[in-house]
T-cell receptor
Framework: QQQVKQSPQSLIVQKGGISIINCAYE??????FPWYQQFPGKGPALLIA?????SEKKEGRFTISFNKSAKQFSLHIMDSQPGDSATYFC???????????FGKGTRLSVIA | GAGVSQSPRYKVTKRGQDVALRCDPI?????LYWYRQALGQGPEFLTY????????KSGLPNDRFSAERPEGSISTLTIQRTEQRDSAMYRC???FGGGQGNSPLHFGNGTRLTVT
């Protein structure tokens, strides 16, 4: 049973456009929701994270929107650039010291 | 400073052989994690350590898989009697500790294991 469901599997966005990736979870005990970015040949790297006490967090062009009642959260990339082309993973964790669980990933391609 | 270092970068082995994958975490990082990542999938948790103590090994697929971190630094993931289904990217990550929600994971570039 997949604990974090991510969509879409792949995404193509024009340069300057908005990229949106969605995740849904079932376990209400999760209390930390990070997004990781992975470039080919590299390991995933933390991009941005949110806790459920806020509905939105913004860092530069990257924003997480969080809907606690719907158990969903999403990553928005504003003014998408070709350098943003990568695979993005959402993840979830609860403070019961269980491991971080990842979604299956979204391959983003930003085309000029 | 240096990131998480994994070796070898690639490992090809014949079915039935044992393999040992090495992880050298970022200096000072208390927690060390092993994940497995299949092609086109997200990382799947295997096991983790705080210092030298193995805290959780619930993700290890079966008893052919084991891990150790004897001195609280370098860790080795060992797969005995490898099978073709073990072929995957094995990733190590480390963090300062205090739970993954308090300290982000820093992943290595992984070891690509191919069992023929």
């Amino acid at each position: 049973q997949q604990q974090v469901k991510q969509s879409p599997q792949s995404l193509i966005v024009q340069k300057g456009g908005i990229s949106i990736i969605n995740c849904a979870y079932e376990n209400t005990a999760f209390d930390y929701f990070p997004w990781y970015q992975q470039f080919p040949g590299k390991g995933p790297a933390l991009l941005i994270a949110i806790r459920p006490d806020v509905s939105e967090k913004k860092e530069g062009r990257f924003t997480i929107s969080f809907n606690k009642s719907a158990k969903q959260f999403s990553l928005h990339i504003m003014d998408s650039q070709p350098g943003d082309s990568a695979t993005y993973f959402c993840a979830a964790w609860n403070s019961g010291n269980t491991p971080l669980v990842f979604g299956k990933g979204t391959r983003l391609s930003v085309i000029a | 400073g240096a990131g998480v270092s994994q070796s070898p970068r690639y490992k090809v082995t014949k079915r039935g052989q044992d393999v040992a994958l090495r992880c050298d975490p970022i200096s000072g990082h208390v927690s060390l994690y092993w994940y497995r990542q299949a092609l086109g999938q997200g990382p799947e948790f295997l096991t983790y350590f705080n210092y030298e103590a193995q805290q959780d090994k619930s993700g290890l697929p079966n008893d052919r898989f084991s891990a150790e971190r004897p001195e609280g630094s370098i860790s080795t993931l060992t797969i005995q009697r490898t099978e073709q289904r073990d072929s995957a990217m094995y990733r190590c990550a480390s963090s300062f500790g205090g739970g993954q929600g308090n300290s982000p994971l820093h992943f290595g570039n992984g070891t690509r294991l191919t069992v023929t």
